[in-house]
Each structure stands twice: as C-alpha cells, then as structure tokens.
C-alpha cells in the first residue's frame, strides 16, 4: 500500500510539474509574442471589426464547420448559455480564486447577447444573420473589472489613459444554403503605455483561459445549431400538404 501510495504521489507530482512548466513557458510564449500582430494572421472577414481596432495588439480567432446555414447559427451563438459549460465555470472561479475577486451574483439573463450586454458590452454593428460585434473599455487586471459600454460612433477614438478596449464577433459565413463555418474573433488595443503594460502581463497568464473558452463554445455550438436546422427542416417538410393526383379516364 506505502508503495502505492508513493508511486501515485511520485506521478502525480511529475504530471504537475509538467502542467506548471508547460504553463510557464505559454505565459513566456504569450509575452513574447504580444503585439506582433501581423496582416497574415488576421482571418479574411466582413470587415466590421476594422472599423472598431484595426491595429490590434492582439488578435485571438477561432473557428469551425457546421451543417447548418448561416443564419441559424449565428442565432444559435447569440442564445448559447455561457456557464452551462463545466470547463468554462472553472475557468472563470479559477480567475476569481488568482485575482481573489468575488463571483458577480447579480441576476443576469442567459442568453450569450443579452448577458453580455447586460454587464456593460455593446453591440457596435451587425450584419442580420450574418455577424454580430460587441466590444467595451475595461481594466482586466483589476479583480472585479467594470466593463464601460461605449457606443459604436464613440468607440475607435475613444482614449481615456488606463483602458484596455476589446472587440469581438460571433460570424458566420455561408458555404451554400446547408452548411457554413462560423468565426469568433476578439480583437485588443490599449489607450496609453501604462494600460499596455499592466494588460500585456495580465493577457501572458489569462491567454490559455481566454482561448479555453472560445474552444469549449465551438463542439456545443455546432451541435446544437445542426440540432436546430433538423428540426426547423422536418417541420417545414410536415408542413408541406399532401397533393393527391387523378387521372380521369376519357
């Protein structure tokens, strides 16, 4: 059993070992690479986010194949449910236990749009069944951050030292009338060094969190948006009247 016991401690502090350096070296990773946002790494789109930063610190962009038109896909990413997602609900208590802020317990709504918008994002532009884009100010590193809602003609100049701006869109580009391939993109400036800097060692550790979330919303989207388009389709084919045909005789 003391074997056991020891084996199991000796491999559970190597796997831990190999997480922490792995960590480590990502959060090297991320800050070495912040700001070096190059044309070539910025996926081809409508070019609604352009119009909010187009000269990105940082350019995070995720994306997947689905069966399903474009339309009901981005309706389905606008009422995903966030924290219905295990993964996602511990990534954001392990921010709260790092940065030893305390959960947000006010009542908010469900859906993805109308919870964001209800701590402070606002819609900047869209595209009806096409694209949505939220952006906001805010100060990440602070333990409970406050996003500012600044409206879409306010929102390229805004300069106010200290904030970090953030824009990001829920996409869908259609491949024919079945399938698509839906994007979420997350674009960031700062508005003056001091935000730069206090942002770009915030962003080396949450990078992996950050991508972490938009990965886990992509396996559940598809799902869930191809679910959706099968039933719409069955029940417009039940729709569709019998049509019976005679032949008379003459």
Known sequence: MNRRLTTLARTLAIGFGAASAGYAAMVAWNRMRYGKVTPSRQPCGSGLLDRFIPDPEVIEHHQIAIDAPADVV??????????????????????ELAMGGEPDRRPHPEPLLEQMQSIGWVVLAERAGREVVLGAATQPWLAAPVFRSIPADAFMTFSEPG?????????????DDTHSVFH???????????ARGRFRNYWSYVAPGVALIRVALLRPLKHEAERRFRVERSMEIAEVPDVTIRTVAR
């Open 163 to 175: 904030f970090v701006k953030i824009t990001w869109t829920l996409r869908a580009d259609p491949i």
């Open 184 to 194: 979420t993109e997350t674009r960031v400036c700062t508005t003056d060094a001091e």
């Open 74 to 95: 981005v309706s389905t990413a606008t009422k995903m449910r966030l924290l219905d997602s295990p993964a996602i609900r511990a990534i954001f208590r392990l921010r």
